[in-house]
């Protein structure tokens, strides 16, 4: 299965601080996506890193890969409320799975006090 | 633009009645999905399509049916709805990149 699968499945933090969530998978992959769900909320794509890269920034994101492990960490620095949401990984296939399909896992939901 | 939207935002509906959920996006992609997310299962794909006219069953096609007459829609039919139906319905779309943009999603109740 290309399923991501989120490492911890919840994680309070202080604002300010960092937060990290991991992500493990079991094929090779094309790329690996991260995407954040607010509360009732659709998901929103964050940040995609590709197989022939090791590490990408956006913002305050941090996203690092590393295929020998399978396994990717989306990093949050200087976390803020607004960042409390479940954030999902999903590693997409070489082939583009069937057209294109994600899979996602249960999440990381991630609360940040104020 | 809009993007990705969906019809109505919420809905209950009793068992064996129909309903059909609407996914617009104005991006004019090719490719669309439906997803259904429930608690502690993550999203599951249930329907997608890759082009006008065109579809193909996901991971838990049964119970639904789905149309893509125009390429900026993609309908979610329930013949008979069942309690298992209960979920929030998500509709995404992309074209040639990997990302996918979603819609804020259809929370349906079945009593």
Known sequence: SQQGEEDPQALSIQEGENATMNCSYKTSINNLQWYRQNSGRGLVHLILIRSNEREKHSGRLRVTLDTSKKSSSLLITASRAADTASYFCAPVIPGGTSYGKLTFGQGTILTVHP | ?111
């Open chain 2, 1 to 111: 633009n809009a993007g990705v939207t969906q019809t109505p935002k919420f809905r209950v509906l009793k068992t064996g009645q129909s309903m059909t959920l609407l996914c617009a996006q104005d991006m004019n992609h090719e490719y669309m999905y439906w997803y259904r997310q429930d608690p502690g299962m993550g999203l599951r794909l249930i329907h997608y399509s890759v082009g006008e006219g065109t579809t193909a069953k996901g991971e838990v096609p049964d119970g639904y049916n789905v149309s893509r007459l125009k390429k900026q829609n993609f309908l979610l039919g329930l013949e008979s709805a069942a309690p298992s139906q209960t979920s929030v319905y998500f509709c995404a779309s992309r074209q040639d990149a990997d990302t996918q943009y979603f819609g804020p999603g259809t929370r349906l109740t079945v009593l």
